[in-house]
């Protein structure tokens, strides 16, 4: 049988062909879009999207998809893009690659970024660290950007959160000198796990910092905030 390629979450093979179970840090949701989410897609798909079977073709180069050479930046989970059409136009001298594996999201992120003004997002819907291990080289990262990723809280589910060793040794392994591991979440047992992780981490330095002001509060944040959760932002930088 024919292996299915490795970006597809949740479509990992043995050796043997048989299924692979997978402990991935995020679930994927309906994929039905509303109107608005539809005239995005329709719109900007074709142009800002990145096909997943494209980055299983030989030779495939993310400096080809933006249609240039600059420093890259990727952000993990942009949820429905809030912040990454602010963030990208901020930055028109970066390449943002945007993961997200929910479709309405990426859909309602198109309208954000062409409302920004940013031409220089592109999106893709393959597993994250699947994304960091084979289409970034190492020292190849400006910055990374994971804003309130799923705090997976109950105990038995923890080993699902992205934040883990291997991943902050993977990040550090990408980043170019200097460059920066942005975080935030309002989930403080989550907060706290994610301190101790990358202060365990020799290649990082870093720590809670004030809030990054260049980051817009999202409707997903200002629900935190009304329920009284606490916003904890990060920054750890590759020493």
Known sequence: MSQVP????????TEDGRRMREVLSYSRRGSRFTPRQQEAWDAHAEAW????EAIDRPGFDLAE????SAPLVVEIGCGVGEATGVLAAARPDCNVLALEVWLPGVAASLAEVAAAGAQNVRFCSVDAVWSLQHLVPAGGLEELWTFFPDPWPKARHH??????????ALVASRLR??????LATDWAPYAEHMQAVLDAEPALEGGVVERWA?????????????VGREITDLLYRRV
């Open 214 to 226: 260049e980051r817009p509060v999202t409707k997903f944040e200002r629900k935190g905030l009304e």
């Open 65 to 68: 998809v933006f249609g240039r």
């Open 49 to 52: 999207v990145v096909p997943d």
């Open 159 to 168: 080993k699902r959160r992205l934040v883990q060793p291997d991943f902050a």
């Open 177 to 182: 000198p200097g460059g920066a591991w942005r």
């Open 6 to 13: 490795p970006a597809r979450p949740h479509q990992k093979l």
